[in-house]
């Protein structure tokens, strides 16, 4: 099934209704309540503002699952750091003919993207950088005086996060002393914070063993950055498990394999009843 968001995370919604109503159709109690929360905020400059807000109603009492279209297979247990900016630059601007010469704030920034793309950056632990976004300028034949990037710096490992984060703003404040007619503003605009939880959490060896009783015999762990980056930054017991496989996340062509999607709605059923405390035999 292809379409934009159609893994990441509309499936996730889909299923997270369907355990509802699963667990209401066949009238199943359980020891602890099982709340079905959606929430805002997870992707672009949300910060994940849903997710804290969901963490803090629930605190350290509560397990909680994060349940992805994709990632069928996988147990995310393990939370990247992500830092996030914006870079805006003012210059003096003019028109391209007559004022020839002056600062343009879009080759500024032009010069500022060279200069991050040429980073250092660790193979292990995995440490990444992306300039997502740029605008800027006003027409053709006008020197620019405003332009902006938004900037992801992503690691596994904190202390490779902030080696990043030192370099980027070593290269910035180069380009300063280097266009002393242009201004440069620097702007956090996201701090997801990192975590974990031990393997051996009984949480994650629940999550793990749904996997095998639907028929995943090759169950992989994973590190990324989803709703669970929060419960996992407060040391909670958090999981991000997937329904299905899926390409092309973040992309127009996204698409959903739903070949394992009835394993995946099993398992995170399995999940959901063992960590609530469901008794087959009451």
Not at 6 to 13: E, F, K, L, Q, R
Not at 231 to 257: K, M, Q
Request: with cysteine; net charge neutral; charged share 15%.
């Amino acid at each position: 099934v292809h379409g934009p968001g159609i893994a990441d995370n509309s499936t996730g919604v889909a299923g997270l209704l369907a355990l509802g109503a699963t667990i209401k159709r066949h009238k199943i109690q359980t020891a602890a309540d099982i709340w079905l929360v959606a929430n805002v905020g997870e992707e672009g400059l949300g910060d994940l503002i849903g997710m804290r807000a969901v963490v803090d109603r629930f605190g350290p009492a509560a397990a909680y699952i994060i349940v992805e279209g994709g990632m069928y297979g996988f147990v995310l247990h393990e939370a990247i750091g992500v830092k996030r900016y914006r870079v805006t630059v003012n210059a003096p601007g003019g028109h391209s003919w007559s004022d020839f010469g002056r600062i343009s704030a879009i080759h500024v920034l032009g010069h500022l993207i060279s200069r991050i793309d040429a980073l250092s950056v660790p193979a292990t632990p995995k440490t990444t950088f992306n300039v997502g976004v740029i605008e800027g300028g006003t027409s053709i034949n006008s020197i620019a005086q405003q332009a902006s990037l938004q900037l992801d710096l992503r690691s596994e490992d904190p202390g490779a996060l902030a080696a990043l984060v030192e370099q980027f703003t070593g290269v910035v404040a180069r380009v300063v002393r280097h266009y002393p007619d242009a201004k440069i503003e620097l702007q956090t605009i996201g701090d997801r914070p990192a975590g974990s939880i031990a393997r051996s959490t009984p949480l994650v060896q629940i999550a793990d063993q749904a996997l095998r009783v639907v028929g995943c015999s090759n169950v992989r762990f994973l590190c990324g950055s989803t709703d669970a980056n929060i419960p996992l930054s407060r040391g909670f017991a958090a999981v991000c498990i997937g329904l299905a496989r899926s390409a092309n996340a973040h992309r127009t062509d996204e698409y959903l394999d739903t070949t394992d999607l009835t394993a995946g709605m099993q398992q995170l059923l399995l999940v959901a009843l063992a960590v609530s405390g469901f008794n087959s035999a009451a």
